[in-house]
């Protein structure tokens, strides 16, 4: 139930899922191009009968993150990449990032792990509770988790738990991503 009232917080509040055109939020408004239509109250929608596709929060192409897509002029191209693909592009930072009450990412604990913020689906029977730690690829080398993002392979051989895809990333990709996670560890 709890879980259920968060992915319907963050779905009013547009923070993990895109609103459908026409549907306002607190910070927008429909143009006249969208639907005039007013959105249904918050109130009105009962919790248990919201259905949120995992798909929709995990690769939401809106979801705003916390860290800017700019890197630091500083950082290695390939650092830089990674993080962009981490945070804006493969959303790893949605479901391995702890969250406040209200649902934002604790800035200070990105990739740290967490609670999975959605329920599991009655049809899905293998379901991670919780995301594992991946800042600094904590268990995992580089290599590890090339090969996770490239051949969707844990480091065990088997494939991960939903909601985790077995992603099938370009090498370059995954690289990058791999670079990045492991320039996190602390003390660096």
């Known amino acids: 139930m709890i879980r259920s009232i968060f992915v319907i917080a963050l779905l009013i509040a547009g923070t993990a899922v895109a609103q459908p055109a026409g549907v306002a939020t607190e910070d927008t408004a429909p143009t006249s191009a969208e639907s005039p239509a007013a959105p249904e109250p918050a109130a009105a929608i009962p ?21 800017p897509v700019e890197a630091p002029a500083d950082m290695p191209a390939d650092v830089a990449r990674g993080q962009y693909l981490v945070h804006h592009v493969t959303m790893c930072v949605q479901c391995h990032s702890p969250r406040q009450p209200n649902g934002k990412l604790i800035t200070d604990q990105l990739l ?4 999975v913020p959605v329920d599991e689906p009655s049809y899905v029977k293998d379901w991670a509770y919780q995301a594992p730690a991946i800042a600094g690829l904590p268990g995992y080398s580089k290599e590890d988790m090339v090969r996770l993002l490239v051949q969707g392979i844990t480091r065990d051989g ?24 492991d320039s996190l560890r602390r003390g660096r």
Request: aromatic share 6%; no cysteine; charged share 15%.
């Open 47 to 67: 919790a248990q009968e919201t259905i949120v596709p995992v798909e929709m929060l995990l690769m939401s192409s809106q979801t705003p993150s916390p860290v």
């Open 112 to 115: 740290m792990g967490a609670p």
């Open 158 to 181: 088997t494939y991960p738990a939903a909601p985790m895809r077995p992603f099938r990333m370009k090498q370059e990709d995954a690289e990058a991503i791999a670079v990045y996670l």
